[in-house]
């Protein structure tokens, strides 16, 4: 009784006391098996930094490296514990006993125990035992205690961060790298891991610290690389990105503080401390403080910033507020020096020597002012207010940190490491004192340094998977048999987070020392995370194994979603399949084993832990299993459920957006991540995307590319530019852009560098719709139009100084000007006009990373350089589609390609486009008109005594041709439509259709015109041999033909269907399903000709079969009537044979449009030039439309056939309908 009581209260003050979560990680390794190869154990696991602003993300193990045999711990502690069984009958969940801080592992086997218990009641697990901790106590047993703990502290974080404050690293003894034999003579210090390679001996009995050394100086590196100056290489992306966080390991590549380093100049360091010296210009030092008579002192920049920029203090005035003293707007505050009282000052009084300003005396009585940093495009003026701004300063100053005052010297040192309290008996009080070492260190006191790999990698992600959420898993292993996980990390990526983080991340290897002998590689696994489906694996070489620590930076890109590699039948995976590793130009393989094996070639079994619906990757070196978790589990395992994206709907996400809990890798208050939809933004998507319609004048000269450039203006920062490129239709005057990213100022650039401003606007404000007209007026000129050449040859410090000249010349009226470098606008300010100028780099390259996902050789767009968030696909002439996936090359265009992009989706059929509606008109016309025509044309044919020869054989094939070309027209027509419209989505049906409608669509239109071209060729022979024509050999001939055409057209076409595939695409405004062929370079061109012969030699058979018969029959009537003449011969065999003479030019009549289109035009090179091509591709449905018309109308003797056949029809229908009477 008392134990659940115990538990009641203990769940009721969780609920009421927020307090921090300390999980041990890895206790389960030294239970089963206390071994020496376990290198790391109780390990607390947290983010290295809080927040989510920083562009670093690492996770600090801190781990236990003594073996609890040391400790002699008596159960004898004074917290309660609880059997498994007892939490289960009071309905406890694993969820609350992680937020008890209660190991990870004890939590994931109560919850394997909960599993079981409701599957095969198994109460072996019962028994197993929680202790109930209250902190700062934790651990398995409550045994571990935290040094530093304060009540307010809110997480693990905060707790060792107070810790390094309390106890800061002063070592009395420095920390040793052990893995190389060194005698270093008189000098007692042991060796350093940084002294191996640094260019000084240090081993006095052989110099081993610098004996393979040479291979860094000799290492060269890649194009894209900088090398630093140990010979190590790193991304050249990460040269001078950032002064906090070097990336190579002697910090060459970025450029410290002065006080930390003195710098000489050169050329290849463009630093702050060369670039602000003074330029010698024409034999004068030239500086931003020389020949300023043209750049105002009172701009937005200057005023308020605490600073006299001129003379008076005029960009001070109205800064500094009095509650007791109102001045006038041209007036200072200041104190009179002999009666001290406040005052009001004319500025042409200013800087008399008889009076101070109220500024400069709290500036030198409070505190100094330090100079500013350099500012960047701003749009509005400071206005801080000197008393708050003072007292900010004063606080700092006077702010003390707690920790010194109530902490006493630690007693056990741990170096770098987390020193705890490990309570041995907690009756008798004992004690003692253990590290947690982080991954550089080991040792009982953290003494030893680690041989590690310490990695930074940045991931880029395509366009097709910009909110695409990530699981990546980064393993050490080796190229053993057994191909050992030394260690791994896993994280989640999303590009829209994380585009610009770097992860860092330590990798230990499972021995130490490592062995020599092996060779490691660092393998990345990536997998999609809401499906866990796999998208590839990178390979990155470990270099150099003679260092003890090697630095490795890296930028990977992911895979593409549909990404085709060569296939590779490595027979030697015996429980697993052959992959390639996407980023090696040498196809390197590796075994991807299945559940349960491992191994270089997966003939090594072993026991999964993951649970069943996570994906298991692998074995580590101490016999944990690898899970990769669906997005609501977590834990080693997977068998943890995060519920945060299901606690409280009306929290979470909204319209539709994904939740995403966040990892470990994120110390924040905000648990869980919002990916919204096209159209809405928004920490919870609650908020629609702003909307911006960009109307032109009739004077100005569009191109059919534009793009556009929004740059957004971010305080004490350089502004963030990102751009969008649209193609403007031919018949349109407006664009409207659909835009979630903050901005302030709107560039629209046309071709050749033409740039207009659109938007200015000071706050940025969510969710609405801004509409702004182009004039002529508003183009940005270019300097060379403003000024002389003389002056553009300037330098630019010397030139810049003049640029608000042009805006204050107002009979120019201009909006806007730009140089090589710069993007200038005017603005107004207190009765002046002048010039706000930011960088803008006009040749900046979007190329997705040099990897699209563009078809058809298309080029890809991003709007960002670094960190895009969506991207477009510019088109070779021909191809179109957001991904350039259609082609309209001749004989090669569908439907889908003509009509797609003119059906809206969501859209009623009443709401669409003409073209459309017309279309669709027009399809239930031949739809009629082909049912009609082939049921007509299949009673007429059906026929014994017109199937007996050749001909009549053909003319039944077409009706039949007729009817199921009518069907698969119609259903091709309708599919697409309502699949457009979103009314049709189902993945399954619309990839059967994609497969079967286009190629029967080509099989029996292309059959029908062979069909029709055998019988004019037939009745033609008919007439070349008269009396010798052969019936019954004919028949035989004609079943001949036919079977040889069906297998012909099958044959010719069956391509066509493998090479389909469906597309997702996905751009702001709406998302639709393609259905597209894409061939390859040679079987394009087989499939160009292909299309063409099948249209060109029935064609061309009409039309010489026609001119035969008519020659033919003119000149037999010739022969018998010789005194007649010629002319008036052929007009009464063309009257007298026409029933034979119509099919045939009928159908070179309808064939000459579809000719003329297709070659005339080339391509449909828009969706504009729609109407001359679904006028050609229905065209091309007529003949088999008109095979009644041209076949039976004409022909007495058909038209006989098909009275008697209805005849027999209509008294077979009469008999049947008397008898059921």
């Not at 055998?1014 to 001939?1037: P, Y």
């Not at 009928?1146 to 064939?1151: A, E, P, Q, R």
């Not at 006028?1175 to 009275?1203: C, D, H, N, R, W």
Request: aromatic share 12%; charged share 20%; glycine share 4%.
């Amino acid at each position: 009784m008392f134990r659940t009581k115990y538990l009641f209260y203990f769940i009721l003050i969780h609920f009421i006391i927020a307090t921090p979560q300390i999980n041990l990680h890895f206790t389960d390794l030294i239970n089963e098996n206390e071994s020496s190869d376990v290198l790391q154990h109780n390990c607390l696991r947290v983010a290295a930094f809080m927040g989510t602003s920083r562009l670093d993300r690492e996770i600090i193990t801190y781990c236990m490296n003594d073996l609890p045999s040391k400790f002699d711990i008596e159960n004898d502690n004074i917290f309660p514990k609880f059997k498994f069984s007892e939490l289960s009958q009071q309905n406890i969940t694993s969820q609350q006993l992680y937020i008890w801080s209660a190991p990870i592992d004890i939590i994931e086997r109560y919850q394997f125990y909960l599993d079981q218990l409701s599957a095969s009641y198994d109460k072996s697990m019962e028994t197993q035992v929680f202790y109930n901790c209250t902190l700062p106590r934790f651990g398995p047993m409550c045994q571990y205690e935290m040094i530093v703990y304060e009540q307010n502290y809110m997480s693990l974080y905060d707790i060792i961060v107070g810790y390094y404050r309390a106890y800061g690293y002063r070592p009395t003894k420095l920390t040793c790298y052990t893995h190389l034999e060194c005698n270093r003579g008189s000098f007692s210090a042991c060796l350093d891991w940084s002294d191996i390679c640094n260019g000084y001996v240090d081993c006095v009995d052989g110099g081993s610290d610098e004996e393979h050394c040479w291979q860094l100086e000799i290492n060269e590196c890649n194009d894209n690389e900088y090398r630093c100056h140990n010979g190590q290489c790193i991304p050249r992306e990460f040269f001078r990105d950032d002064t906090g966080s070097p990336d190579c390991v002697d910090g060459s590549d970025e450029i410290l503080e002065l006080s930390q380093h003195v710098y000489q100049c050169t050329i290849q360091q463009p630093s702050f401390e060369c670039e602000e010296k003074t330029l010698n210009i024409d034999g004068k030092n030239e500086t931003d403080e020389t020949e300023c008579e043209q750049w105002p002192c009172k701009n937005i920049y200057t005023h308020c910033d605490g600073i006299w920029n001129c003379p008076n203090g005029a960009d001070e005035i109205g800064c500094y507020l009095s509650p007791t003293l109102n001045c006038s707007s041209d007036h200072h505050i200041c104190i009179e020096p002999i009666t001290h009282e406040l005052m009001c000052l004319p500025i042409t009084k200013a800087n008399n020597e008889m009076l101070s300003d109220v500024r400069h005396f709290l500036c030198y009585e409070i505190q100094r002012k330090e100079k500013q940093q350099p500012k960047y495009l701003s749009l509005n003026a400071s206005r801080e207010v000197v008393e708050n701004h003072n007292e900010n300063k004063v606080n700092s100053v006077n702010s003390r940190s707690p920790f010194f005052e109530i902490y006493p010297q630690r007693e056990y040192e741990c170096h770098r490491g987390l020193g705890l309290r490990v309570w041995l008996n907690d009756t008798k009080n004992l004690t003692t004192y253990a590290c947690l070492c982080p991954p550089s260190f080991y040792g009982e006191q953290c003494q030893y340094q680690n041989q590690r790999v310490s990695l930074t990698i940045k991931f880029q992600t395509l366009s097709d998977s910009l909110s695409t959420l990530f699981a990546i898993i980064i393993s050490l292993i080796d190229d053993g048999e057994e191909r050992i996980i030394h260690s791994h990390e896993q994280f989640t990526y999303l590009s829209s987070r994380d585009c610009k983080v770097k992860f860092n991340a330590y990798l230990l290897y499972s021995t130490r020392p490592k062995n020599q002998t092996k060779t490691y590689l660092i393998h990345i696994d990536i997998y999609e995370k809401f499906s866990l489906n796999y998208r590839g694996s990178l390979l990155f070489p470990i270099k150099f194994p003679f260092l003890p620590v090697y630095r490795l930076v890296l930028i990977a890109v992911i895979p593409r979603k549909d990404a085709k590699y060569p296939r590779c039948s490595k027979s030697q995976c015996v429980h697993g399949k052959c992959m390639i590793y996407s980023n090696q130009p040498e196809n390197v393989t590796f075994c991807q084993c299945n559940q349960g094996w491992s191994g270089r070639f997966c003939t090594i079994p072993h026991t999964s832990m993951c649970s069943s619906d996570s994906i298991s990757i692998g074995l580590s070196a101490y016999n944990r299993s690898i899970c990769v978790c669906p997005i609501n589990k977590f834990g080693p395992c997977c068998l943890l459920i995060d519920s945060i994206c299901q606690t409280n709907n009306n929290l979470t996400c909204q319209n539709g957006g994904q939740c995403i809990p966040m990892d470990e890798y994120t110390e924040s208050n905000q648990k869980f991540l919002c990916i919204c939809p096209k159209g809405y933004i928004g920490d919870l998507c609650e908020l629609i995307d702003n909307k911006l319609i960009i109307k032109f004048e009739h004077d100005v000269a569009l191109s059919q590319t534009i793009m556009i450039h929004f740059i957004n203006i971010i305080r004490n920062a350089a502004p963030i530019r990102t751009t969008t490129l649209r193609t403007m239709p031919l018949t349109q005057i407006s664009l409207t852009i659909y835009w979630s990213r903050p901005f302030h100022i709107v560039f629209v650039e046309l071709q050749n560098k033409i740039y207009y401003l659109a938007v200015v606007q000071k706050t940025y404000q969510r969710s609405i719709t801004t509409t702004t007209i182009i004039n002529k007026s508003d183009r940005c000129q270019h300097i060379n139009e403003l000024f002389n050449e003389t002056f553009v040859k300037l330098n630019l410090l010397r030139r810049i100084k003049y640029y608000h000249l042009p805006c204050q010349n107002l009979s120019t009226n201009l909006t806007c000007f730009y140089d090589n470098l710069h993007l200038c606008f005017c603005y107004d300010y207190q009765q002046q006009r002048l010039a706000n100028c930011f960088k803008f780099n006009h040749d900046m390259k979007f190329d997705c990373f040099g990897q699209s996902v563009c078809e058809n050789e298309g080029k890809c767009f991003q709007d960002t350089p670094d960190c895009p968030q969506r991207a477009t696909c510019i088109c070779l002439p021909c191809f179109y589609g957001a991904r350039c996936q259609f082609i309209s090359t001749r004989f090669g265009l569908s439907l889908d390609a003509i009509l797609g992009y003119h059906i809206q989706p969501n859209n009623t059929l009443r709401h669409q486009s003409n073209i459309v509606k017309i279309s669709l008109v027009l399809t239930i016309i031949f739809m009629i008109a082909g049912f009609i025509n082939g049921i007509l044309s299949f009673i007429t044919f059906n026929n014994k005594t017109i199937c007996e020869v050749g001909c009549g054989l053909y003319l039944l094939g077409s009706s039949i041709t007729t009817l199921f070309t009518t069907i698969i027209f119609g259903l091709k027509f309708w599919i697409l439509l309502l699949a457009q419209m979103t009314i049709i989505s189902n993945p399954l049906f619309l990839r059967i259709q994609c497969i079967s409608l286009d190629f029967l669509l080509r099989v029996f239109l292309n059959m029908d015109q062979w069909l029709n071209a055998c019988i004019a060729l037939e009745r033609a022979i008919t007439t070349l041999m008269a009396a010798g024509f052969n019936k019954k050999k004919s028949k035989q001939i004609a079943k001949i033909v036919i079977s040889v055409l069906i297998i012909f057209m099958i044959g010719t076409n069956i391509y066509d269907p493998i090479y389909r595939r469906l597309i997702d695409e996905e751009n702001e405004d709406e998302k639709r399903t393609w259905c597209i062929v894409t061939y390859p370079s040679s079987l394009q061109t087989f499939n160009s000709f292909m299309q063409t012969f099948h249209f060109l030699v029935p064609f061309l058979i009409n039309l010489i079969s026609a001119v035969i018969l008519i020659i033919k029959k003119s000149r037999q009537q010739s022969n018998v009537r010789p005194n007649r003449a010629y002319k008036q011969i052929l007009k009464q065999q063309i009257q007298k044979h026409k029933h034979l003479l119509t099919a045939p030019v009928i159908l070179v009549i309808l064939g000459i449009p579809r000719l003329v289109i297709s070659f005339i035009s080339q391509c449909m090179k828009s969706t504009n030039d729609a109407y001359l091509f679904i006028a050609g591709y229905f065209v091309s449905f007529i003949p088999p439309m008109v095979t009644f018309l041209v076949f039976v109308l004409p022909s007495e003797f058909y038209k006989k056939q098909l009275y008697a056949s209805l005849t027999t029809f209509r008294t077979t229908i009469q008999r049947y309908l008397q008898r059921i009477r």
